[in-house]
């Protein structure tokens, strides 16, 4: 991928566009009363040669409409002003596992740990304290058969690292939609719309913007709270068989989302934010209360897309997360996909 010099540069390199199409995309957002946040890692970089808010600022620049970044909430802060919330985030084990592996593929956990998963489990919380408090952590040599405590030392504290980041994901979505509530509760705006930092438009800029413009008027009429501009195509073991999304009766630019992951571009209406604050602070304080393992955001709002949300999706999608790009919750680079195609349910609409 080539290498952006300056920002103009940096708008035609990333992405398949036209200047008009970009315009007439920001003319949408402006008409709209649509203020996009960015959630931004200052100098973090998108590939070996571009910083992230370096692109975000050219594509913006192209587009021309309001545009505000929000600097993310960083790891040490989330580890300090909130500790369960970074010792509860999920992927408890499995993770650690595999970063260990990652050092020592010929041991198989079974043989590392002489009393089970949860005794590894246990090992965990013990350095999650430790960190917390500031002392020294201390592995004994009888809770190990046959492991490497370098190895096991690393594989804990990148085991860390990634739950501090997605945790910090957490805040610093909310901080962008809080944000966003105070600007529309000020007049200021009629919806938010919130993007992380390493997005594309899935097409053309003039196709993307026609597509959007579809999308906004579907919604006219509609009681909504969210658009997902783009999603993952993951779909978990207790969702397989279960359509994504479902159609909407008399307008293809918009499909009914059953659940959806990756909130790497969403609208959320002004008179829904503090709906969407509320359902994700209080799962947050819900399970840190109970003890249980707490999930990324947009696991959250997926969730109640069922029960509490009335969400929609761009039908194409037309942003997505850019391949190739440096994950800091995976601190490694990522090779993403995302079909801009739903996987429908056309059996009744909406």
Known sequence: MAAITEPTVGVQTFLPQDSTGLKRFGELLTRSGILTMTINIPDSPLTDDVKRQDYMQALFQGIGSRHQFLNATVREDVQREDPEHVRLMDGYFGQFRAEYQKLHPEMPMRELFPKSKARA???????????????????????LQNGDHDAIKNALREFLLSKQARAACNVSHLRALQEGGREFEAGGIKAVLITEDDIQFTDEASRVADAFDGSLQGLRGQDWDILMLGASDYVPRERRGTPSAETVSGCEHIVKVNYSYGNYAYLVNGSS??????????????????????????VVLSDRMSTDLKVFGCNPKIIGPMTGCYSVICNQKMDYSMPVTWVVDTGSGT
């Not at 994700?280 to 109970?290: L, M, R, S, T, V």
């Open 273 to 298: 934010i503090e709906k969407v604050i509320g359902i994700i602070q209080n799962f947050i304080e819900e399970k840190k209360g109970a003890g249980e393992e707490v999930f990324a955001q947009d």
């Open 121 to 143: 489990e246990e090992l965990l919380v013990k350095y999650f304290e430790s960190v917390s408090q500031g002392i020294e952590f201390v592995i004994d040599d009888g809770d």
